[in-house]
Every structure is written in structure tokens, then in C-alpha cells.
């Protein structure tokens, strides 16, 4: 099966998900990738630690398809093995703060000095410019500061989701920039920078929101899960769990109506339209919520696909990994890992290809497992390598 990026060589000098996460995708398509780690290991390799030694789950999940080098670039001599290593590559991704790039040496004038067609994938919490240039920031900063936080929870309680969606998001966006540089340099054999931020990719998901307030002053507040701008939507409490019913559209009103008995509500002014339904959610939710405590989750969701109504259970990550649908279509790929147990359900590429998808190729590596394979393919001996592990630049 041909392999989209089988021939690039991607440099992951990433932390945590953004960085990482676009190399990983990079990996699936088949491109070979060295995650480049502290010589003790980085911080996120011990997130959620499941094994003895402490590997966490995160780092599972974002490593597969990579081999793992330990380096300090640091010192003068990591420093030498950065330009070897940057000499064979397409590409370099980093998610550290523009003078964190400078000081060590993974800035793009620095990189292009080395190889002139290089490609730096550049990852950072706010991007060039601006007063918030050189800030560090974790995903919450920018749930905090595009207005998701005060749009989600209460008035009374801003929420961060639990999943770190701006980090995934801004991997991805950074991951579709990377194909799109190393296309354009197919065409004039010139790299360039591609930049991603976690401010950039937050803003992108609540600029509707945004749009609207600058139109026409709106002032919205927060209203736990339930929708504004259209009704039903909002989470219900069954006789045994919880469902979300989530409805846009004037033919999927109809049809709730119809279902709950309130056929007359089809005629009533406040719910017209999909903004005023939203206006009026409150009502909405309080019929919604009185027909789902009388059932349980599966009987809620057998009447909603009944209708056609799109509906679903709120479920626990146990209930997530008993889920059929998941297991049907294989979704979570197990990949045994040294110190687990049992083996590791890593979710597939999430983009699904017909012709040329995206595949988990090796389990996530061991602290430095492939640095001795590295160094030698970069041309130093073994007596050389064993100085430089003394010194610990390796």
C-alpha cells in the first residue's frame, strides 16, 4: 500500500499534543519521524503514567510511528548533532516560543543555513507579533481567551472542556500547512515557515461567535449545554444516565414536535425559526426534559433515531471502549507497549483515506530506544557516542 509521505523525514522537537500530534499525523501518512526528547526524558513522556517506569497515555497516543533520540541541543556538541541531523531532514516541527527557537538554533534563518529547502513547522501559544509573542500557554489559555470558557458553564462558573481540543486543533491545522508547504516546494523546491497557535486556532472556532457580537452587540452569557441559537440541543437526564438531542433546522423541529405531542408549537411565533427556538431553548428544554425522565437513555434514543433526530448517550470512558460502533469499525488499533499489561487501544488516523490511509506502523518507542541507531546513521562511531552519553549530551 503506498504511503502519501513515504521518503520525508520529520524532526519532532515537540512537547505535549500540538507539536507532537502534527508530527504524529505526519507518521500515519508515512513519513519517518525522530521525536527529539530531553536526555532524562520530557515532561509529557510521564502524563497520566500507566507503566512502571511511567509512561503515560498521552505520550502513547502521540508517539506511535516515531523513533525516539535523546539530546541536549543545548550544549555546543548537541548543538553540532542538531546541524547533522537538520542537514538530512524535510522537515522540523517545534511548538516553543520564537526566542526558545533562537537559543537553540531551531529558528528558520538558523535552520536555512543548514538546508535551504528545509520546512519549519512552528507551533506557539499566540504566534509572531504582537504584545503575546513570547508568552507560553497550555490549551486552556485559549478555551480562556477566544471566549469559549465564558461561553461554556454558567454565568456564574467559565468551564474549560476536559479535552484539549484547541491543542488537537491546532495539530491538525498545523499538519494540513506541512502537506501544504512540502507540496508548494514539489513545485518551486523552496521551504518555508508554516505557523500554527493555540490563540489562532481558538479564535478560528469562536469566530462566529465573535462575528455575531461585532454585528449586532448580542452580549451572549453562558448556558451550560444548552444551545442559543437553536433548540432542541441540550443535554437531558434519563432514568438511568444522561443523552444529548441536538437539533438545527426547521424539519428536525417539526419532527420533535410531532413526537412530544406539541404539534401546535409549529405555529407559535417564539419558535419560528432556528435563533428564535434558541431565544426560547429554556421552554424547549423543560418539555424535552420531562419526556426523558419518564424513560430510560435506550428508550430516548430508540424514539429519537425513530424520528431521526440526532441523539446520543453521555458516556464514560469505560462505556467508550465497550462501544459497538467503535469496536464494528475498528477505530481504537491495540499496540502492545513494554510494562503494559494488556495492549494499548491507540485511536487510528482520524482522517480516513481510501486509497492511501493512514496506518500505526510501530508502537511508541522507549526513552531514547533509537539514539544509538541515529548517531551512527549521522556518521559517529560507537567510542564517540559513548563520550558524548557520558557527557550527557545524548
Request: with cysteine; proline share 6%; glycine share 10%.
Amino acid at each position: 500500500m503506498s504511503e502519501v509521505l513515504k521518503g520525508i523525514k520529520v524532526l519532532d522537537f515537540g512537547r505535549y499534543i500540538a507539536g507532537p500530534f502534527c508530527a504524529t499525523l505526519l507518521g500515519d501518512l508515512g513519513a519517518e519521524v525522530i521525536r527529539i526528547e530531553k536526555v532524562d526524558g520530557s515532561e509529557d513522556r510521564f502524563l497520566s503514567p500507566i507503566t512502571d517506569e511511567g509512561d503515560g497515555a498521552l505520550f502513547l497516543q502521540l508517539a506511535r510511528n516515531k523513533q525516539s533520540m535523546t539530546l541536549n541541543p543545548m550544549k555546543p556538541e548537541g548543538r553540532e548533532i542538531v546541524k547533522k541531523l537538520v542537514a538530512t531532514a524535510d522537515v522540523v516541527v517545534a511548538n516553543l516560543p520564537p526566542d526558545t527557537l533562537e537559543a537553540l538554533g531551531l529558528d528558520y534563518e538558523s535552520l536555512t543555513t543548514i538546508k535551504s529547502d528545509i520546512i519549519l513547522t512552528m507551533i506557539s501559544a499566540f504566534g509572531r507579533g504582537g504584545p503575546y509573542s513570547n508568552r507560553v500557554g497550555f490549551d486552556g489559555l485559549g478555551q480562556a481567551m477566544s471566549g469559549n470558557m465564558y461561553m461554556s458553564g454558567t454565568p456564574d462558573q467559565p468551564v474549560k472542556a476536559y479535552a484539549p481540543f484547541i491543542d488537537f486543533g491546532t495539530a491538525s491545522l498545523a499538519a494540513f500547512g506541512t502537506m501544504s508547504a512540502l507540496f508548494e516546494r514539489q513545485k518551486t523546491g523552496k521551504g518555508q515557515i508554516v505557523e500554527g497557535s493555540l490563540f489562532n486556532t481558538a479564535l478560528t472556532m469562536m469566530n462566529g461567535t465573535v462575528i455575531e457580537q461585532a454585528a449586532i452587540q448580542r452580549n451572549r452569557m453562558a448556558t451550560l449545554n444548552r444551545s442559543q441559537t437553536s433548540a432542541p440541543a441540550d443535554t437531558f437526564k434519563t432514568k438511568d444516565g444522561w443523552v444529548l438531542v441536538q437539533s438545527v433546522g426547521g424539519p428536525l423541529f417539526k419532527r420533535w414536535a410531532e413526537l412530544m405531542g406539541e404539534d401546535h408549537w409549529l405555529d407559535d411565533d417564539r419558535f419560528k425559526t432556528d435563533i428564535s427556538r434558541g431565544d426560547n431553548g429554556e421552554i424547549i428544554s423543560e418539555r424535552l426534559a420531562t419526556w426523558c425522565a419518564e424513560r430510560t437513555s435506550q428508550e430516548v434514543l430508540n424514539e429519537m433515531e425513530q424520528a431521526r433526530i440526532p441523539a446520543g448517550p453521555v458516556l464514560s470512558p469505560q462505556q467508550v471502549l465497550e462501544d459497538p460502533h467503535i469496536a464494528e469499525k475498528g477505530l481504537f488499533e491495540p499496540i502492545k507497549y513494554p510494562g503494559l499489561d494488556r495492549p494499548a487501544p491507540l485511536m487510528k488516523t482520524p482522517v480516513e483515506l481510501s486509497a492511501t490511509p493512514g496506518t500505526i506502523r510501530t508502537r511508541p518507542p522507549k526513552l531514547g530506544e533509537h539514539t544509538n541507531e541515529i548517531m551512527l546513521e549521522l556518521g559517529f562511531n560507537h567510542d564517540q557516542i559513548r563520550a558524548l552519553r557520558e557527557k550527557r549530551v545524548i
